[in-house]
């Protein structure tokens, strides 16, 4: 994002005046036909909470360097800089969330991103932050 373009949406988030209509006219077509594509509350409760757990930068390092191999947590810690402890509090949350799986070997425990769902979403998230905006 260009820093211009930050700061119009800095500015309108302070902003207490958000942009909106000058007539109050609902167009009826446009209602019905979106009511049917319009997210259930219980889908949209799941999405935001994956989202929240998306939201902290700790659990997003982790996903990506999960993005294409399997770890264990020993690893996940020294990549991380952060003890082994806190790396399993983490990817508990992940694994609540489904976006990660993890599988037993003797002493150690490795992870690997859940699905392609899950490598599909933080791609495309990645993606979407290298784009140039216009």
Known sequence: MNKHKKKQDLDLLQSSQ???CETH?????????????ILAT???????EIFG?????NRLRLLSALVNQELCVC??????KMT???????????????????RREGRNVYY????????NLYRSLVENLNEPNV
């Open 84 to 102: 082994e402890s806190a790396v399993c509090h983490q990817l508990r949350l992940l694994k609540v969330m489904h976006l990660v799986n993890y």
């Open 18 to 20: 958000t942009p909106t």
């Open 75 to 80: 690893d996940l810690a020294a990549l991380m």
């Open 42 to 48: 219980d889908k949209a409760q799941q999405m935001a």
């Open 25 to 37: 006219l609902v167009h009826l077509d446009n209602v019905r036909s979106t009511q049917a594509q």
């Open 53 to 57: 757990i998306l939201a902290d930068p």
């Open 112 to 119: 690997t991103l859940a699905d392609s769902h899950a490598i």
